[in-house]
């Protein structure tokens, strides 16, 4: 055996050997691998965030009847009709009884509610439609009272937001 | 001198644990709330004044014969706009949101929309006590029609009178 191969030898024992060492250090399993589920969640999130709508109120005063309907959808000022109250772009305007009738304070006009009408004149973008979410316990009198407040405040053009069956 | 552990060792990294611990209760927390709904927006029209109380019958029933309408009352339908359409569809019991014929008033609607293949308008008119959720599917009804599976435009202008 030569000097040279001999040193060789050393170097390769000495090598496996720092590898051993450097083997026996490290735990199996240093880190908990949380990079795929942080994609899942993070798609999930993703997903229900987009899906989810601000405007579909899931309250009992408010059920919109469901009803073959194709879709299509336009932006708008929101007025919700619910059983308890009317609430126009999340601001209650008018309190009804909890059956969809108006409380006794209320005296609707030929025009119909004088209150109502001058919230609906006073919205913003009066060239959009008036997006009308009504509950389906609601009686027409009430809704009839609401189109005739809407038409004296210069709103002609709504659309009824029923839940589609389709 | 303290001796720093292998992990110290390997740099500040972005700490990611709160924040997935955010997004797993998140998660079901929105899974749990999620309600799936198709929403659909109905255009209507109006509101139009009804004449339908008014005292002067008789012009109003020949004005009827030309004007597609259809009446929501105590006792059910009643179709104007086709002399030879027999107008009254009455509910099948008493009448609530689940009884009134709907079938009955679709096939109406076809019939009228044949008789009016030009007309785009439907007069709907009903009275106060009925609820909305007869007159949405009215409304849908005179809009499309489905019974073929496939949705056929009928009358895609309701217009909804008010009676005073």
Not at chain 2, 73 to 87: H, R
Not at chain 2, 139 to 156: C, H, I, N, T
Request: net charge neutral; aromatic share 4%; proline share 8%.
């Amino acid at each position: 055996m030569t000097a040279a191969t001999g040193g060789v030898d050393r170097r390769r024992a000495a090598a496996a050997r720092k590898e051993r060492r450097a083997r026996r250090r490290l735990p199996e399993n240093p880190y908990l691998q949380i990079t795929s589920m942080t994609d899942m969640f993070t798609l999930i999130l993703a997903f229900l965030l987009t899906f989810y709508d601000p405007n579909v109120v899931d309250a009992p005063s408010l059920v919109l009847p469901a009803v073959p309907a194709s879709a299509g959808e336009k932006q708008g000022s929101r007025l919700e009709i619910r059983t308890d109250a009317i609430v126009l772009n999340g601001v209650r305007v008018l309190s009804l009884d909890g059956h969809g009738r108006y409380l006794p304070s209320t005296t609707p006009d030929s025009a119909g509610v004088p209150s109502l009408r001058s919230d609906l004149a006073a919205l913003p973008n009066p060239g959009q439609p008036l997006l009308i979410a009504c509950d389906k316990a609601v009686p027409y009198s009430v809704v009839g009272d609401v189109l005739s407040s809407a038409h004296a405040a210069g709103v002609d053009d709504y659309r009824f937001v029923v839940e589609s069956t389709r | 001198m303290a001796r720093r552990s292998g992990l110290e060792d390997t740099g500040p990294g972005l700490d990611l644990i709160p924040m997935l611990s955010v997004v797993v209760h998140l998660v079901p927390m929105l899974l749990l709330s999620v309600r799936f709904l198709a929403l659909s927006q109905v255009p209507a029209r109006g509101p139009v004044v009804s004449a339908l109380d008014a005292p002067d019958k008789g012009s109003l029933s020949e004005q009827s014969k030309k004007v597609v309408s259809v009446e929501i009352d105590e006792m059910g339908f009643l179709v104007g706009g086709s002399p030879g359409l027999d107008p009254r569809i009455p509910c099948k019991g008493p009448c609530a949101p689940g009884t009134y014929d709907m079938d009955a008033l679709g096939q109406a609607l076809v019939t009228l929309k044949a008789a009016h293949p030009d007309e785009n308008r439907v007069v709907i008119a009903p009275t106060g006590d009925v609820s909305f959720e007869v007159v949405a599917a009215v409304m849908a009804a005179a809009r499309e029609d489905w019974s073929s599976g496939k949705a056929r435009a009928l009358f895609p202008e309701p217009l909804l009178a008010v009676r005073k």
